[in-house]
């Protein structure tokens, strides 16, 4: 498959659109590029001697562990496990209370080992099947399709000028789910600091890069005519700042919401509680963000700012009492109800932005119809939209339908530290 593929590609030179254009004509003219292609290789290598590290490690521990148990038929029933020793427990000898407080102290480690086992049980099964990072991933490539697709020209100019931030997030992604999936099959806490620390910045880098990017395009920091603009300065200032640092706030508050009514559905109500905590000041640090927003909005987009105090001004309305009432039920307790109040609040704020940027894809510089493809294009993306609906659709609806009754087996391996654990408290 991969040799007809490069026989393809080697073939079909020195064009890319067959007898239309060329592939010098159509390599990019960003000097940049070059930054990103060296990330990018550094990344994946950097990733190929962890995967082969980590594996050596999860066969060290396989053949301290005694490996495979040969039985006289592989294929058949396996043996019945030999009956548990029972031993005797020794009397208790009387302590001194010194050593009374240090079994305390230990067993509030224990208790607090058992916490974040718990919390990170629960967020392994939200995200931890390959099935639903494969759908985010696939709903972000088919958004990045449609908008080069119908916008090509205002595509170029965003991909020149954002390649920073645009890379940064594609890095972070494949950076998320690798320490997800490394910090599982590791033991030592030093290298699972790692993954986990590595695993949080992708989540925030993630959302917050995609934020800085619509602040920026919303600033007018984005030329026009396929141009590139300043690398650095068109998603490090003031609007992009603001509107990263929202994008991360509301991503943790959903996050947090969801992980309530996850962790009610699991039984866990320390844990239902310990993530409401968390909703609630997410939403509160949301709704200072915004404040925060509207102000630096005024200064520099002021078409978007007018437009959100006019013609967007109802959404933004229902999103700050959506976000209120969801605030209030979970506080009460209200779970089911405080998330689709919450969907909707974030959902608002999203559309609302749409509404004041409107007519422009590039704010009063590039509208949408003139940034537009041609019309057989865009009636020709309609259709394969269309179909791509009816095909696709129905399917992550029943996945999302399956997963939320947990019908659907779990996928990968047990966290080996949990069992740790789990073997040190039981």
């Given at each position: 498959?991969?040799?007809?593929?490069?026989?393809?590609?080697?073939g079909?030179?020195?064009?890319i659109v067959?007898?239309?254009?060329?592939?010098?004509?159509?390599?990019?003219?960003?000097?940049g590029v070059?930054?990103?292609?060296?990330?990018?290789?550094?990344?994946?290598?950097?990733?190929?001697?962890?995967?082969?590290?980590?594996?050596?490690?999860?066969?060290?521990?396989?053949?301290?562990?005694?490996?495979?148990?040969?039985?006289?038929?592989?294929?058949?029933p396996?043996p019945?496990?030999?009956?548990?020793?029972?031993?005797?427990?020794?009397?208790?000898?009387?302590?001194?209370?010194?050593?009374?407080?240090?079994?305390?102290?230990?067993?509030?480690?224990?208790?607090r080992?058992?916490?974040?086992?718990?919390?990170?049980?629960?967020?392994?099964?939200?995200?931890?099947?390959?099935?639903?990072?494969?759908?985010?991933?696939?709903?972000?490539?088919?958004?990045?399709?449609?908008?080069?697709?119908?916008?090509?020209?205002?595509?170029?100019?965003?991909?020149l000028?954002?390649?920073?931030?645009l890379?940064?997030?594609?890095?972070?992604?494949?950076?998320r789910?690798?320490?997800?999936?490394?910090?599982?099959?590791v033991v030592?806490?030093?290298?699972?600091?790692?993954f986990g620390?590595?695993?949080a910045?992708?989540?925030?880098?993630?959302?917050?890069c995609?934020?800085?990017i619509?602040?920026?395009?919303?600033?007018?920091r984005?030329?026009?005519g396929?141009?590139?603009?300043?690398?650095v300065?068109s998603?490090?200032?003031?609007?992009s700042?603001?509107?990263?640092?929202?994008?991360?706030v509301?991503?943790?508050?959903?996050a947090?919401?969801?992980l309530?009514?996850?962790?009610?559905?699991?039984?866990?109500?320390?844990?239902?509680?310990?993530?409401r905590?968390?909703?609630?000041?997410?939403?509160?640090?949301a709704?200072?963000?915004?404040?925060?927003?509207?102000?630096?909005?005024?200064?520099?987009?002021?078409?978007?700012?007018d437009?959100?105090?006019?013609?967007?001004?109802?959404?933004?309305?229902?999103?700050?009492?959506?976000?209120f009432?969801?605030?209030v039920?979970?506080?009460?307790g209200?779970?089911?109800?405080?998330?689709?109040?919450?969907v909707?609040?974030?959902a608002?704020?999203i559309?609302?932005?749409?509404?004041?940027?409107?007519p422009?894809?590039?704010?009063?510089?590039?509208?949408?119809s003139?940034?537009?493809?041609?019309?057989?294009?865009?009636?020709?993306?309609?259709?394969?939209?269309?179909?791509?609906?009816?095909?696709?659709?129905?399917?992550?609806?029943?996945?999302?339908?399956?997963?939320?009754?947990?019908?659907?087996?779990?996928?990968?391996?047990?966290?080996?530290?949990?069992?740790?654990?789990?073997?040190?408290a039981?």
């Amino acid at each position: 498959m991969e040799a007809g593929w490069v026989v393809t590609e080697v073939g079909r030179q020195p064009w890319i659109v067959y007898n239309l254009m060329k592939v010098e004509a159509a390599a990019t003219g960003n000097t940049g590029v070059w930054i990103t292609f060296i990330g990018v290789i550094v990344l994946y290598l950097a990733l190929g001697v962890t995967t082969i590290v980590v594996l050596r490690s999860m066969s060290r521990r396989f053949r301290r562990a005694g490996g495979f148990v040969d039985i006289d038929t592989p294929y058949g029933p396996a043996p019945e496990p030999e009956p548990a020793k029972t031993v005797e427990p020794e009397p208790a000898k009387p302590r001194s209370l010194s050593r009374e407080h240090r079994g305390r102290g230990r067993a509030a480690g224990r208790h607090r080992d058992l916490r974040r086992v718990r919390r990170r049980r629960l967020r392994r099964r939200i995200l931890g099947p390959d099935r639903r990072r494969e759908a985010n991933h696939v709903w972000l490539i088919f958004i990045f399709v449609l908008t080069w697709t119908a916008f090509p020209a205002v595509f170029q100019s965003i991909t020149l000028t954002m390649f920073v931030p645009l890379a940064i997030a594609a890095f972070g992604i494949v950076l998320r789910g690798a320490s997800f999936a490394f910090r599982k099959t590791v033991v030592t806490v030093r290298v699972r600091r790692v993954f986990g620390g590595l695993f949080a910045l992708s989540s925030v880098l993630v959302p917050f890069c995609f934020g800085a990017i619509a602040g920026g395009i919303a600033s007018g920091r984005v030329p026009a005519g396929g141009k590139a603009g300043d690398p650095v300065g068109s998603w490090l200032n003031r609007t992009s700042l603001v509107t990263g640092g929202l994008a991360v706030v509301l991503a943790a508050y959903l996050a947090a919401v969801y992980l309530v009514r996850d962790a009610r559905r699991a039984g866990d109500t320390d844990l239902a509680g310990y993530f409401r905590r968390r909703a609630v000041l997410s939403a509160v640090a949301a709704a200072v963000v915004a404040v925060i927003g509207f102000v630096v909005l005024s200064a520099s987009a002021p078409h978007v700012f007018d437009r959100l105090i006019s013609w967007a001004l109802p959404p933004v309305v229902l999103s700050v009492l959506c976000g209120f009432g969801a605030l209030v039920l979970l506080v009460r307790g209200a779970a089911r109800g405080g998330r689709v109040l919450a969907v909707v609040a974030v959902a608002c704020i999203i559309f609302s932005w749409g509404v004041a940027q409107w007519p422009y894809l590039l704010p009063e510089s590039v509208t949408v119809s003139a940034a537009a493809a041609p019309t057989g294009t865009l009636i020709t993306l309609l259709v394969a939209v269309g179909l791509a609906v009816l095909i696709v659709l129905p399917g992550f609806v029943l996945l999302y339908v399956l997963d939320q009754r947990r019908l659907l087996p779990e996928e990968g391996v047990e966290d080996a530290a949990d069992r740790i654990v789990d073997t040190e408290a039981g």
